[in-house]
């Protein structure tokens, strides 16, 4: 156990995978830890040259709080690797390379060097390590100091990917696999839709190093709160995944009072001249591939739904098709690149989320009361999906009927599929009604997670006191 000297701050290092779906809620973890304990932490973002900008952005979003001020930022040098252009350090920019930057996260050889001389050279008291870097665990232990993972992946597929190692897989492709000894309702997956390390369970890759690493942690923390999915920590825990686990979130929800941010958004502007509840937001991932066939189909689908939409892509080199952008400008918005989705989720126009099933963008949603439409894609998401539609029944499913975690065997979602599922989720006393109700009953338990006197307020002043006292 790590404990500060009298009078000096506990030195905290946060070191995120090269993502901006890991480095946002890393950084508005620090901003809560800095916000929870003034006098008593001192949080460190530790990131590469190019995903600086990414923290700052995160922390603009805090305002100008105390407790965003008094996060730290320290930079560590991105690995030289071959095919990656000079600067490209995070999936999101990374398009059609972002293969090469999830290997580059798991190669030991070539990041651990880098983290390890940061890390000697801060030398923390804590360092907080995502699970990718299962090195570090390792780096720490040699310190002295204790090493916890911040999971950005939520406890129910945390769980459920835990179970299934080991499981036996039957010759077909598309059997269904029931996820053994998962609490709650009965989750069955066809193998397609599971994580490649999990469809061949017969290759040993850099992933089965990740389990070991969290197993060493001092405890794993989770960016979720206890009345979403508690059923599945206690579990964690008892199988011994983790040694201690702490349920904070959401990380992404505003501190009070909320400080003054930076001026509104173009996106924001559009979707204050919609009416209530009537806006689909869609974003399908940050990293995925997705096909021209299917990003045309998807858009002639938004069209043909009659809703209003803001539809936030990052396929650089994709166009839309001729003339449709004529054709919907009075109730469509199309984003190239980055937009402010907190901010989104949480105006009042926008009445369901076009999802990939990302653990963060979920747990966002959750806190602002959105229902889902679910478009998984790849690793987890699928995972996710079902606790989206089966156990919280915050959402309902868009897509084929075969779906895959690989490119190659994805199917085109056509036109009416997407209309229908859009218009129908939208509509008032429609599929989408029942999920609404919930999801504005699951943010009133966010919100109150994170207050004083809450679930995830205590579980972090808890986390905190586990390393000071």
Same mark, same amino acid.
């Given at each position: 156990?790590?404990?500060?000297?009298?009078?000096?701050?506990?030195?905290?290092?946060?070191?995120?995978?090269?993502?901006?779906?890991?480095?946002?809620?890393?950084?508005?973890?620090?901003?809560?830890?800095a916000?929870?304990?003034?006098d008593?932490?001192?949080?460190?973002?530790?990131?590469?040259?190019a !995903?600086?900008?990414?923290?700052?952005?995160?922390?603009?979003?805090h305002?100008?709080?105390?407790? @965003?001020?008094?996060?730290?930022?320290?930079?560590?040098?991105?690995?030289?690797?071959?095919?990656?252009?000079?600067?490209? %350090?995070?999936?999101?920019?990374?398009?059609?390379?972002?293969?090469?930057? $999830?290997?580059?996260?798991?190669?030991?050889?070539?990041?651990?060097?880098?983290?390890?001389?940061?890390?000697?050279?801060?030398?923390? $008291?804590?360092?907080?390590?995502?699970?990718?870097?299962f090195? !570090?665990?390792?780096?720490?232990?040699?310190?002295?100091?204790?090493?916890?993972?911040?999971?950005?992946?939520?406890?129910?597929? @945390?769980?459920?990917?835990?179970?299934?190692?080991?499981?036996?897989?039957? $010759? @077909?492709g598309?059997?269904?696999?029931?996820?053994?000894?998962?609490?709650?309702?009965?989750?069955?997956?066809?193998?397609?839709?599971?994580?490649?390390?999990l469809r061949?369970?017969?290759? +040993?890759?850099?992933?089965?190093?990740?389990?070991?690493?969290?197993?060493?942690?001092?405890?794993? *923390?989770?960016?979720?709160?206890?009345?979403?999915? +508690?059923?599945?920590?206690?579990?964690?825990?008892r199988?011994?995944?983790?040694?201690?686990?702490?349920?904070?979130?959401?990380?992404?929800?505003?501190?009070?009072?909320?400080?003054?941010?930076?001026?509104?958004?173009?996106?924001?502007t559009?979707?204050?001249?919609?009416?209530?509840?009537?806006?689909?937001?869609?974003?399908?991932?940050?990293?995925?591939?997705?096909?021209?066939?299917?990003?045309? %189909?998807?858009?002639?689908?938004?069209?043909?739904?009659?809703?209003?939409?803001? =539809?936030?892509?990052?396929?650089d080199?994709?166009?839309?098709?001729?003339? =449709?952008?004529?054709?919907?400008?009075?109730?469509?918005?199309?984003?190239?690149?980055?937009?402010? +989705?907190?901010?989104?989720?949480?105006?009042p126009?926008?009445?369901?989320?076009?999802?990939?099933?990302?653990?963060?963008? *979920?747990?966002?949603a959750?806190?602002?009361?959105?229902?889902?439409?679910?478009?998984?894609?790849?690793?987890?998401q699928?995972?996710?999906?079902?606790?989206?539609? $089966?156990?919280?029944?915050?959402? +309902?499913?868009?897509?084929?009927?075969?779906?895959?975690?690989?490119?190659? %065997?994805?199917?085109?979602?056509?036109?009416?599929?997407?209309?229908?599922?859009?218009?129908?989720?939208?509509?008032?006393?429609?599929?989408?009604?029942?999920?609404?109700?919930?999801?504005?009953?699951?943010?009133?338990?966010?919100?109150?997670?994170?207050?004083?006197?809450g679930?995830?307020?205590?579980?972090?002043?808890?986390?905190? !006191?586990?390393?000071?006292?």
């Amino acid at each position: 156990m790590a404990s500060a000297e009298h009078g000096k701050k506990l030195r905290i290092l946060l070191i995120p995978f090269f993502a901006t779906s890991h480095i946002v809620p890393y950084t508005d973890f620090a901003v809560r830890l800095a916000a929870t304990s003034p006098d008593a932490v001192e949080p460190t973002m530790a990131v590469t040259p190019a !995903n600086v900008a990414v923290v700052r952005a995160a922390l603009e979003r805090h305002g100008a709080s105390r407790a @965003s001020s008094a996060v730290n930022i320290a930079t560590y040098p991105f690995p030289d690797v071959e095919g990656l252009p000079a600067g490209v %350090e995070n999936l999101t920019t990374a398009a059609g390379d972002a293969w090469r930057i $999830d290997a580059v996260a798991l190669d030991e050889a070539l990041t651990r060097p880098a983290q390890e001389a940061l890390i000697r050279e801060l030398s923390p $008291d804590v360092v907080f390590s995502d699970v990718h870097f299962f090195w !570090n665990s390792l780096v720490a232990g040699t310190l002295g100091v204790p090493c916890v993972t911040f999971a950005v992946i939520g406890p129910f597929s @945390s769980l459920a990917m835990r179970l299934l190692i080991g499981t036996t897989y039957g $010759d @077909s492709g598309c059997e269904e696999v029931i996820v053994p000894g998962l609490p709650g309702p009965e989750i069955r997956i066809p193998r397609t839709e599971l994580p490649e390390f999990l469809r061949c369970q017969q290759r +040993q890759d850099e992933f089965s190093q990740c389990g070991p690493a969290e197993d060493r942690s001092f405890g794993t *923390v989770f960016n979720t709160f206890l009345d979403m999915e +508690q059923q599945y920590c206690e579990p964690f825990a008892r199988h011994g995944y983790a040694k201690r686990v702490y349920l904070v979130g959401p990380v992404s929800l505003p501190l009070p009072p909320a400080g003054e941010t930076a001026g509104e958004s173009s996106c924001i502007t559009w979707l204050g001249s919609m009416p209530r509840c009537s806006v689909v937001y869609v974003c399908l991932d940050t990293y995925a591939s997705i096909s021209d066939d299917q990003l045309r %189909e998807l858009a002639f689908g938004l069209e043909a739904s009659g809703k209003p939409f803001l =539809w936030v892509l990052r396929a650089d080199g994709w166009a839309p098709p001729a003339g =449709w952008a004529k054709s919907v400008v009075k109730r469509g918005m199309l984003v190239r690149g980055w937009a402010p +989705q907190t901010d989104i989720l949480n105006h009042p126009s926008v009445g369901a989320f076009l999802t990939h099933c990302g653990s963060s963008s *979920v747990l966002e949603a959750a806190a602002a009361g959105v229902p889902m439409l679910t478009w998984p894609m790849v690793f987890d998401q699928f995972i996710v999906e079902r606790l989206i539609t $089966d156990v919280l029944k915050v959402g +309902q499913r868009v897509g084929s009927e075969r779906r895959s975690t690989r490119g190659d %065997e994805k199917v085109t979602v056509p036109v009416p599929v997407v209309a229908r599922a859009v218009a129908r989720f939208l509509e008032p006393g429609g599929t989408g009604e029942a999920a609404r109700i919930r999801a504005r009953d699951l943010a009133v338990k966010a919100h109150a997670a994170v207050a004083p006197g809450g679930s995830s307020h205590g579980d972090l002043r808890r986390l905190i !006191n586990d390393f000071i006292e």
